[in-house]
C-alpha cells in the first residue's frame, strides 16, 4: 500500500505528491536504501516569472547548469526537477553537505539568484529513477523552511558532520513539520569560508568604529572642570 505526501513549493504554495510506501514488502525492480536527500529551490522564482519570464527561464538553465556537475562531482544523483526546485541523493551525508556548500558559492559567484537547500539523512525507496518515502518528504519540509541562501539540515545530519573539519552549524529550532510523526531539530549549515566572511565583516566595522568617551579633568583644576562638562554638554 502506499501513502500520497504532498511537498510545498515555498515560494508558490503549489503541491507536488510524493509516494511514501507503508508496507514493508519492496515491489520487485524497487530498491531501498539509506541515503542523503538534498531539495533545492529558487529564491523569488515566482516573483520574477511574474515579471520577466524569459529571464526566469534563464535562470532556471543557469540553476541546472550550477547543480548538475556539482551534485554528480559529490557522487550524487540528479532525481528530478519539481517546478524551480531540484531534488536529488547521495550515499553519505558528507557528500550532501559538500555539494551543497558548492553549490551555493556557485550561485554567489554568479550573483543572479539564491537557493534554499534542505539535507534529510533517511531510508528512502529508489524504483524507476525516482525516489520515495518519509526521508524525501522530510528533506522537502526543511528545506521549505530555510532562511535564503542557506542550508538546513535535520538532527540526523548534524550528527554526522559535527565533527567534521571545515562545516560547522547553528541549532536553528525545533520544528513539527507537516506528515512528520515527530519533531525535527533542525540546523543551519555554514561552511569554513562563510564563517571567515563573517569575521572578516565584523572586524572591518569595529576597525571602522569610533569609540566617544566621557571627558574626565584630570587637573584639579574647578573652572577646567566646569569647561569640560560644558563641553560633554554641547556634544
Same mark, same amino acid.
Given at each position: 500500500?502506499?501513502?500520497k505526501?504532498?511537498?510545498?513549493?515555498?515560494?508558490?504554495g503549489?503541491?507536488?505528491?510524493l509516494?511514501?510506501?507503508?508496507? /514493508?514488502?519492496?515491489?520487485?525492480?524497487?530498491?531501498?536504501?539509506?541515503?542523503?536527500?538534498?531539495?533545492?529551490?529558487?529564491?523569488?522564482?515566482?516573483?520574477?516569472?511574474?515579471?520577466?519570464?524569459?529571464?526566469?527561464?534563464?535562470?532556471?538553465?543557469?540553476?541546472?547548469?550550477?547543480?548538475?556537475?556539482?551534485?554528480?562531482? /559529490?557522487?550524487?544523483?540528479?532525481?528530478?526537477e519539481?517546478?524551480?526546485g531540484?531534488?536529488?541523493?547521495?550515499?553519505?551525508?558528507s557528500?550532501?553537505?559538500?555539494?551543497?556548500?558548492?553549490?551555493?558559492?556557485?550561485?554567489?559567484?554568479?550573483?543572479?539568484?539564491q537557493?534554499r537547500?534542505?539535507?534529510?539523512?533517511?531510508?528512502?525507496?529508489?524504483?524507476?529513477?525516482?525516489?520515495?518515502?518519509?526521508?524525501?518528504?522530510?528533506?522537502?519540509?526543511?528545506?521549505?523552511?530555510?532562511?535564503?541562501?542557506?542550508?538546513?539540515?535535520?538532527?540526523v545530519?548534524?550528527?554526522?558532520?559535527?565533527?567534521?573539519?571545515?562545516?560547522s552549524?547553528?541549532?536553528?529550532?525545533?520544528?513539527?513539520?507537516k506528515?512528520?510523526?515527530?519533531?525535527?531539530?533542525?540546523?543551519?549549515?555554514?561552511?569554513?569560508?562563510?564563517i /571567515?566572511?563573517?569575521?572578516?565583516?565584523?572586524?572591518?566595522?569595529?576597525?571602522?568604529?569610533?569609540?566617544?568617551?566621557?571627558?574626565?579633568n584630570?587637573?584639579?583644576?574647578?573652572?577646567?572642570?566646569?569647561?569640560?562638562?560644558?563641553?560633554?554638554?554641547?556634544?
Amino acid at each position: 500500500m502506499a501513502a500520497k505526501i504532498a511537498t510545498i513549493n515555498s515560494e508558490t504554495g503549489q503541491a507536488f505528491l510524493l509516494t511514501s510506501f507503508c508496507n /514493508h514488502h519492496v515491489m520487485h525492480g524497487q530498491s531501498r536504501q539509506l541515503a542523503a536527500i538534498m531539495f533545492t529551490d529558487i529564491v523569488g522564482y515566482t516573483a520574477l516569472m511574474g515579471k520577466d519570464e524569459q529571464k526566469a527561464f534563464a535562470i532556471l538553465q543557469k540553476n541546472r547548469d550550477i547543480q548538475k556537475p556539482l551534485i554528480e562531482q /559529490h557522487d550524487g544523483k540528479w532525481i528530478k526537477e519539481l517546478g524551480d526546485g531540484v531534488l536529488a541523493s547521495f550515499q553519505t551525508v558528507s557528500d550532501a553537505v559538500t555539494a551543497a556548500v558548492k553549490i551555493h558559492e556557485a550561485c554567489n559567484t554568479s550573483n543572479e539568484f539564491q537557493l534554499r537547500i534542505g539535507i534529510h539523512l533517511g531510508e528512502v525507496i529508489f524504483e524507476n529513477g525516482d525516489v520515495f518515502g518519509d526521508g524525501v518528504n522530510v528533506a522537502s519540509r526543511i528545506q521549505a523552511l530555510a532562511l535564503p541562501g542557506t542550508t538546513w539540515i535535520s538532527e540526523v545530519v548534524f550528527r554526522n558532520i559535527e565533527n567534521k573539519r571545515g562545516i560547522s552549524t547553528d541549532f536553528v529550532k525545533e520544528a513539527t513539520l507537516k506528515n512528520v510523526q515527530y519533531p525535527v531539530k533542525i540546523y543551519q549549515l555554514r561552511s569554513e569560508k562563510e564563517i /571567515h566572511n563573517i569575521i572578516f565583516s565584523t572586524q572591518t566595522v569595529l576597525e571602522r568604529s569610533i569609540a566617544v568617551l566621557p571627558f574626565i579633568n584630570m587637573s584639579g583644576d574647578p573652572i577646567t572642570n566646569i569647561s569640560v562638562t560644558a563641553y560633554q554638554k554641547n556634544c
